[in-house]
């Protein structure tokens, strides 16, 4: 997410070495020119090193003043053969189009640890998965699980709720690899933000993202986009009305997307 501000660095003459937190996106972190050496995330950092800074920081250093100054996500490129293969195990005898749903993120709280509750819900997001369920009941395409670690049955129950296509792949997220594949096969994408829509963002292409009414800062306090991901959707929750709203007007904007790719929605096209 903060890789976006080291091409700036780089401008500047900077020589980058980058130490991650985990070595899971390590061939994502190959393919940007503007990093000269990636560490594992068990290395030290360079004992030669002029400066380090978290990467987290790098917007207040380079001097971002406004939301303007944001730059983009920084594009990657899916592996071409994964993509294909993708397509070609899980999609082929499947109706498009091809939807990716989450209806959970972040960390479970431990109540132990009598966490801030104001910081605790910015980064644990999570909407009743069977709400989600009951507003994409009769998509006309196929619903491509990618939720991370569902409870048993979870996926099951959501199948049986929505009464459609769905398609498991929610082991996808211990090889990030396929995942990225996965996520570029895919036509659009919903749910609460989590690792899988950066990922999206780097690939170029949109989606639609259901924000809690405590939401962090990357999706803003109101409104319906962010600088921080051109082109995604945002779709809040009320903070009367619960999710009711956004999940109705979601699933009107993806049956207005699935009429222009041709799809029959509600018998009606």
């Not at 048993?152 to 959501?158: A, L, S």
Request: glycine share 8%.
């Amino acid at each position: 997410f903060f890789l976006r501000f080291a091409p700036q660095l780089k401008a500047r003459g900077a020589r980058i070495v980058y130490r991650p937190g985990s070595h899971k996106l390590k061939f994502l972190f190959e393919q940007m020119p503007f990093l000269d050496d990636v560490l594992r995330a068990d290395q030290c950092v360079e004992e030669g090193a002029a400066y380090w800074a978290f990467i987290g920081d790098l917007p207040l250093l380079l001097g971002m003043k406004s939301m303007q100054d944001v730059p983009p996500p920084v594009p990657i490129h899916p592996p071409a053969a994964r993509v294909a293969a993708f397509h070609l195990k899980w999609l082929q005898d499947l109706p498009p189009p091809y939807i990716g749903v989450t209806w959970r993120a972040g960390t479970v709280r431990d109540p132990a640890l009598r966490q801030n509750d104001e910081i605790y819900s910015k980064l644990f997001k999570e909407l009743p998965m069977e709400e989600l369920a009951e507003s994409l009941r009769g998509f006309p395409g196929t619903l491509v699980i990618l939720q991370r670690k569902p409870a048993d049955g979870e996926v099951q129950r959501f199948a049986e709720l929505c009464g459609g296509a769905v398609l498991d792949c929610s082991d996808l997220n211990e090889d990030l690899e396929e995942m990225v594949a996965a996520l570029y096969t895919l036509d659009d994408m919903v749910g609460v933000s989590n690792t899988n829509y950066h990922l999206r963002a780097g690939l170029g292409l949109k989606g639609r993202v259901l924000a809690p009414k405590m939401a962090d800062y990357r999706w803003m306090s109101r409104g319906d986009a962010s600088p921080w991901f051109p082109g995604y959707r945002v779709y809040r929750e009320d903070f009367t009305l619960g999710w009711k709203p956004a999940l109705a007007e979601m699933r009107h904007d993806l049956d207005e997307m699935a009429r222009r790719a041709g799809c029959v929605v509600d018998g009606k096209d």
